[in-house]
């Protein structure tokens, strides 16, 4: 079966066990005209693996709007695309982004075919709230840039997450315990799917202690996810304030107080007892 003509395939592929490929992820790889790679050397092998022989075109940080315009051209032409990174699901802290606005801007259709991401893959084993999160991806090489940044981020109350290196996480987690403070809950996430695979959890504290101590959790590829920070009394009774102020001209008092409760976490109390300053 031929692909459709003149569609970007975003294609996910996997971030370490090549097990979790998915059947339409391969499939769709068979039928193209031409992939894209972050790294045509890292994704060869990929497709060698599934007997899959097909163009390579690079598309990567430092080419990628000229890369763009050229496999546009292609399309045009009746070309189905391919985009794929080295690992997991692209534009995730990866290149493509400008190859896909390119093409939705030139009318062509754009389809995810999705699959591994090292992101989500930690966030479901971390034990950490799921519900809301910020994804920071890469720091700045710099310890400054990287701790300015990390301050930014410590009254955060979603779950933050980021990617690391191995050459940077010991320093990372020392900026960490500067910024979130020693006993803030961290997970470590390391070489996820991979043979090495571990998981680490703890205080900031402890989890630099043990990284630090065990030269082996300083290899490899890194997810590292933070723990929101605590929402104050104070901080929930404003929010409930001003839930109430909205609700309480819709509603009786006492109906917009108990919902305001309810989503702001604040006491229903304070909040109904307060009608006159709310």
């Given at each position: 079966?031929?692909?459709?003509?003149?569609?970007?395939?975003?294609?996910a592929?996997?971030?370490?066990?090549?097990?979790?490929?998915?059947?339409?992820?391969?499939?769709t790889?068979?039928?193209?005209d031409?992939?894209?790679?972050?790294?045509?050397?890292?994704?060869?092998?990929?497709?060698?693996?599934?007997?899959?022989?097909?163009?390579?075109?690079?598309?990567?940080?430092?080419?990628?709007?000229?890369?763009?315009?050229?496999?546009?051209?292609?399309?045009?032409?009746?070309?189905?695309?391919?985009?794929?990174?080295?690992?997991?699901?692209?534009?995730?802290?990866?290149?493509?982004?400008?190859?896909?606005?390119?093409?939705?801007?030139?009318?062509?259709?754009v389809?995810?075919?999705?699959?591994a991401?090292?992101?989500?893959?930690?966030?479901?084993?971390?034990?950490?709230?799921?519900?809301?999160?910020?994804?920071e991806?890469?720091?700045?090489?710099k310890?400054s840039?990287?701790?300015?940044?990390?301050q930014?981020?410590?009254s955060?109350?979603?779950?933050?997450?980021?990617?690391?290196?191995?050459?940077?996480?010991?320093?990372?987690?020392?900026?960490?315990?500067?910024?979130?403070?020693a006993?803030?809950?961290?997970?470590?996430?390391?070489?996820?799917?991979?043979?090495?695979?571990?998981?680490?959890?703890?205080?900031?504290?402890?989890?630099l202690?043990r990284?630090?101590?065990?030269?082996?959790?300083?290899?490899?590829?890194?997810?590292?996810?933070?723990?929101?920070?605590?929402?104050?009394?104070?901080?929930?009774?404003?929010?409930?304030?001003?839930?109430?102020?909205?609700?309480?001209?819709?509603?009786?008092?006492?109906?917009?107080?108990?919902?305001?409760?309810?989503?702001?976490?604040?006491?229903?109390?304070?909040?109904?007892?307060?009608?006159?300053?709310?």
């Amino acid at each position: 079966m031929k692909s459709e003509k003149g569609v970007l395939h975003v294609v996910a592929t996997p971030i370490g066990n090549l097990g979790d490929i998915s059947e339409r992820a391969i499939e769709t790889l068979r039928r193209v005209d031409l992939i894209c790679a972050e790294d045509t050397r890292h994704t060869r092998p990929l497709l060698s693996h599934f007997g899959i022989d097909k163009p390579l075109f690079a598309l990567h940080d430092h080419n990628e709007d000229a890369a763009a315009e050229q496999i546009i051209e292609r399309m045009q032409q009746g070309a189905s695309v391919a985009l794929v990174s080295d690992a997991g699901t692209p534009l995730v802290s990866d290149p493509g982004f400008r190859l896909v606005r390119a093409a939705r801007e030139a009318g062509f259709k754009v389809s995810p075919v999705p699959g591994a991401s090292a992101l989500v893959a930690a966030l479901s084993v971390a034990g950490l709230p799921s519900d809301k999160f910020v994804f920071e991806g890469f720091l700045s090489s710099k310890s400054s840039a990287r701790r300015a940044r990390m301050q930014t981020l410590a009254s955060e109350n979603r779950t933050v997450i980021f990617y690391e290196s191995s050459h940077r996480i010991v320093e990372h987690l020392q900026d960490a315990l500067e910024t979130f403070g020693a006993q803030r809950h961290i997970v470590i996430a390391r070489e996820l799917t991979k043979l090495f695979e571990t998981v680490l959890d703890g205080s900031i504290e402890a989890v630099l202690a043990r990284v630090n101590a065990d030269h082996n959790q300083q290899k490899g590829e890194f997810v590292v996810l933070v723990s929101g920070a605590p929402e104050s009394e104070d901080a929930k009774l404003i929010e409930g304030q001003r839930i109430y102020k909205v609700l309480s001209e819709h509603l009786k008092p006492s109906v917009a107080a108990k919902i305001a409760a309810e989503l702001s976490g604040a006491s229903r109390k304070a909040l109904y007892g307060g009608d006159a300053q709310a």
